[in-house]
């Protein structure tokens, strides 16, 4: 187990230091909420911080294993090709923001604009999302296990959203229906893989989640969807 | 008498007004169409700005004989290994979608064989681009279409782009027509979609955070390569300041007479101002933070040729961007395959139907029939050609001017030709000594 | 665009470290807000007095406030002095700006002092000595100039002018200011910046004056201010902050026993409180007020 220490170096000296590393068990101390903790990590490293980061950890990644004991910032794991960031507390604004594959998973709550322009891969809460969750979403699949705030999966594309709690508000175009016998399959798995027995206690079972999907209404234009228009462009 | 009618339309609701509204009538929604800008030019230009060759003050240089070097180098500020160009003219983004393969990588060809640069565009990379260009700028836009930790780190340089001159503040739009499977499958979208983009970017929101997101693709890319940003110019000065501080090894700033493959038509004539303007805000904006000369101007926005170009880099540009000229080199609105033309409703030199997708010379098309049209290593020397002719018309100008490197034009070396001119350009009107308007 | 702070002692009975907290969560923010840094600290508060602190004029100018108070101090670009509580805050503030044209009355309040230049959190310790001031509660700003002038009238802190002990911080860009400020300005409103986060000091001071309830008045601004804004509060007794209906700028919440730390970034917490303790982004939305 390899250890870095962030304190009285710059992001760049740390991020050198976990990238030369390697492969590997790696633990990084005193991160402190700093931005940009490891970025673009391309090899199959598990990096574990220990306590808070700050905008865009894990983001530009390709199959390295992050784990933050603490919270994060803005853009968690953003653009990642491939790989598993996990935090234990809560994420900011655009937690997975354009994910082409990978998985995020946040136990806490996650901010506004989770899974923004998602591209592939998995975004699971434990907790609540925030303001407008998979907004433009293209594919993948965004599991929320409690509420979901206003202006849920607005003007999506083609990922799939579950939400177990309440939705505050339906966005542009999102249409809440129940999921099939194999997607309740799916969310029960899913959420047996990234959580605890202890957290799976207070969360529905897959059949109880609500599904949520593209009316696609706004994939192509056309006038006579009027009201859908009016909110988007 | 002869009983000749005399037609007078309205100056209000003239023809195409009539047309506009009616069209709307019908559909219920905004115009969408490809180019630009198609408005009489009626705000200064470039045009509006003429060159004081030397004369008794001043000793020309030979034309043909004697040097006039175009060498131009991006990105001094931070970054480790700048680019270093053989002419001060590049070739702006267009997605592989807006653009067809060929189109794509006969800019990629042509541009290389004269020591110029390519951009990816709002797409992603195409291999075929990169394998073909001899220097390759990568656009972070916000839709993040098709983007690649693996790609950026193949680029020369990476430009987070927070839009474009045609349509500043908005998003991108690709219509269904040029959704086909493979620029379905890089963009992650299904097939057919009116894709429309993001007007934000997803992870960063204000200037504030950017200056956190230029440090992040720093990290990504090793802190080798220059950092462009490029803005769609609406207040220059203010944005340029920003981008500076922002950490920016170059800042681009694309005018209104900009290009775009598919945009609502209002956008493209009514939002950003002039790329004459937007020059001379962006100059003064690094004056005033100091970083004229350290932070490195890119100029775009309806570049037509050197002459555009030698008057951009003398009021403060290093280099210049083009992209609807690189396209007209590559046979947009060439009066061939003229059926196809009519079949779209217009003719040669008419043509902005880049939106439909039914380019009849294959350049914004996905048709693999269509894009047949354009022979890639043909298109490529046309663009060669075409950056050749600018970089001898640039060269031309600054040696008439006494200039022994194109970069050592100044706006002392011009006259305005218009009040409006003389007041943005802080240049003196021709036949007076006078700076109007300042 | 730029760093907000604000910071609540909740051990200390109105005698804690707060310039030395609130310093030392800035210099944390100052890579977003490179161009000026502030601070509204609330002190404990003067006997039946007002403190006053005025931008000086040109050199010399503070002798001019001799006919004002009796021990002026100046220090750096201020001049700060003690008046009587029972005067009237806008006609003193007015009196006082007609005495030179560099004048500028920069705050009012029995608690608050704002302290404010361009430059950075360690130029502002190293001429004021902010972390040697005491009291409460308090805000601070980096700023990240965008479409105003980078000048200490220009930077953050506002204050409410006219409206004692009310302090603003602003990050975002309120997109219907020059309509709100026609509107106001017919109605006799002086504004001393073209800077638009100025407008949110004014708004709320005209807010507490119909109504003092800090909440609704925050809870207005979601309605009647166009924009980005995450905004930190601080009146006499109260800390708080509003977070605009599109969660566009971040707002980091900490809450423990011995203080309330809100911030632009969690880093800015992190580096200057250790400790266990959890840090939340607020909600679209949200507002929320603590009371000291």
């Known amino acids: ?233 | 008498m002869s009983s000749e009618r005399v037609l007078q339309s309205s100056g209000t609701f003239s023809p195409g007004v009539i047309e506009d509204i009616q069209t709307k009538a019908e559909s219920g929604l905004y115009r969408i169409r490809g180019y630009g800008t198609l408005r009489e030019r009626r705000w200064a230009t470039f045009d509006d700005l003429t060159f004081l060759p030397c004369s008794l003050t001043r000793i020309p240089l030979e034309g043909y004989r004697e040097k006039c070097s175009t060498k131009t180098v991006l990105g001094t500020r931070f970054a480790g290994k700048p680019i270093e160009l053989g002419i001060p003219v590049m070739i702006t983004g267009m997605s592989w979608g807006a653009l067809s393969y060929n189109a794509k990588v006969a800019l990629a060809k042509g541009a290389s064989a004269v020591g110029s640069s390519n951009t990816t565009g709002d797409g992603g990379m195409l291999m075929a681009e990169r394998e073909n260009s001899r220097t390759l700028i990568y656009e972070v836009l916000p839709s993040r279409y098709g983007i690649n930790v693996h790609d950026m780190r193949l680029a020369d340089a990476i430009e987070l782009t927070i839009g474009q001159g045609a349509k500043p503040g908005t998003g991108g739009l690709l219509l269904g027509s040029k959704v086909s499977g493979t620029i379905a499958e890089q963009r992650d979208l299904p097939i057919g979609v009116d894709q429309r983009s993001p007007a934000r970017h997803p992870d960063f929101l204000g200037p504030d955070d950017m200056i956190i997101k230029v440090e992040e693709i720093r990290e990504a890319t090793d802190w080798k390569v220059p950092i462009f940003i490029k803005m769609g110019a609406s207040r220059v000065f203010d944005d340029v300041k920003l981008a500076a501080k922002a950490g920016a090894d170059v800042i681009v700033v694309d005018g209104m007479e900009g290009g775009t493959g598919a945009s609502p038509a209002i956008l493209q004539e009514h939002t950003g101002i002039p790329t004459l303007a937007a020059v001379c805000e962006a100059r003064a904006a690094l004056e005033e933070c100091g970083l004229y000369g350290v932070v490195q101007l890119i100029v775009a926005g309806g570049i037509r040729d050197g002459v555009d170009a030698a008057k951009a880099i003398a009021l403060g540009a290093d280099a210049v961007y083009i992209g609807t000229a690189a396209l007209i080199s590559l046979n947009c609105n060439k009066p061939i395959y003229v059926e196809d033309y009519e079949k779209l409703g217009t003719e040669p030199h008419f043509c902005h139907h880049c939106h439909t997708g039914r380019c009849p010379v294959g350049i914004t098309t996905q048709d693999p029939e269509l894009m047949e049209r354009l022979d890639i290593e043909q298109g490529a020397e046309r663009v060669s050609n075409l950056l050749r002719a600018m970089t001898r018309e640039i060269q031309m100008l600054a040696r008439a001017c006494g200039k022994s490197d194109v970069h050592h034009l100044e706006p002392e070396d011009m006259a305005a030709l218009s009040m409006e001119a003389s007041a943005i350009c802080g240049i003196p009107l021709a036949g007076t000594r006078k700076v109007f308007g300042r | 665009m730029c760093g907000i702070v604000g910071y609540l002692d909740r051990k200390n009975d109105g005698d804690g470290c707060i310039g030395d907290a609130i310093l030392g969560m800035l210099q944390a923010l100052e890579c977003r807000g490179p161009d000026s840094a502030g601070v509204a600290l609330f002190a404990k508060p003067q006997d039946h007095r007002f403190v006053v602190r005025v931008k000086l004029g040109g050199e010399g100018s503070e002798r001019k406030l001799a006919d004002v108070a009796d021990a002026v101090t100046a220090t750096g670009s201020y001049a700060r002095f003690l008046v009587d509580d029972s005067c009237d805050p806008k006609k003193m503030t007015a009196r006082i700006e007609a005495l030179d044209p560099g004048f500028e009355v920069v705050s009012v309040g029995r608690e608050l002092e704002i302290v404010k230049q361009v430059g950075s959190p360690e130029n502002l310790e190293a001429t004021y000595g902010i972390s040697k001031m005491r009291g409460s509660h308090g805000i601070g700003h980096t700023r990240l100039s965008t479409e105003s002038r980078v000048d200490l009238s220009h930077s953050q802190p506002f204050w409410a002018h006219g409206y004692p002990d009310l302090a603003i911080v602003h990050n975002g860009h309120i997109t219907n200011y020059h309509q709100l400020r026609r509107r106001y300005e017919q109605r006799g409103v002086k504004f001393y910046t073209e800077n638009d986060s100025e407008i949110i000091a004014i708004y709320l001071g005209e807010r507490l004056t119909e109504e003092y309830n800090l909440e609704k008045a925050l809870r207005s601004m979601l309605r009647d201010l166009d924009g980005s804004f995450s905004c930190v509060v601080a009146t006499a007794a109260e800390l708080a902050f509003v977070k605009d209906p599109f969660a566009l700028k971040p707002m980091l919440v900490a809450e423990t026993d011995a203080f309330v730390a809100l911030a632009t970034e969690e880093v800015a917490i992190r580096a200057r409180f250790p400790g266990d303790y959890r840090v939340r982004e607020a909600d679209v939305k949200e507002a929320r007020v603590w009371r000291k």
């Not at chain 1, 230091?17 to 790696?26: A, H, N, T, V």
């Open chain 1, 1 to 233: 187990m390899a250890e870095v220490d962030c304190r009285g170096r710059t992001v760049r000296e740390i991020n050198a230091e976990i990238r030369g590393l390697g492969e590997g068990d790696i633990v990084v101390k005193n991160p402190a909420a700093r931005h940009n903790l490891g970025v673009a990590i391309l090899k199959h490293a598990r990096v574990r911080f220990e306590g808070s980061v700050g905008y865009y950890c894990g983001g530009l990644i390709d199959g390295a294993e992050i784990e933050v004991t603490g919270s994060a910032g803005w853009g968690l794991a953003e653009s990642m090709m491939n790989g598993t960031v996990e935090v234990r507390g809560s994420a900011g604004n655009g937690a997975a923001a354009a994910i082409r594959g990978g998985s995020v998973i946040i136990h806490g709550d996650a901010a506004a604009r989770l899974g923004v322009s998602m591209k592939g891969g998995l975004a699971l809460v434990a907790g609540n999302c925030g303001y407008m969750a998979g907004f433009m979403g293209q594919k993948g699949t965004l599991i929320v296990c409690g509420d979901a705030g206003e202006a849920f999966a607005d003007s999506m594309y083609a990922t799939t959203c579950f939400v177990g709690g309440r939705i505050a508000e339906l966005g542009t175009d999102a249409v809440a229906s129940k999921p099939a016998a194999d997607e309740a399959a799916f969310l029960d798995a899913t959420l047996a893989r990234y959580l605890s027995a202890e957290e799976r206690k207070s969360k529905p079972a897959g059949r109880d989640f609500q599904k949520v999907v593209a009316g696609r209404k706004l994939w192509n234009f056309d006038k006579r969807e009027w009201k859908i228009w009016q909110e988007a462009l």
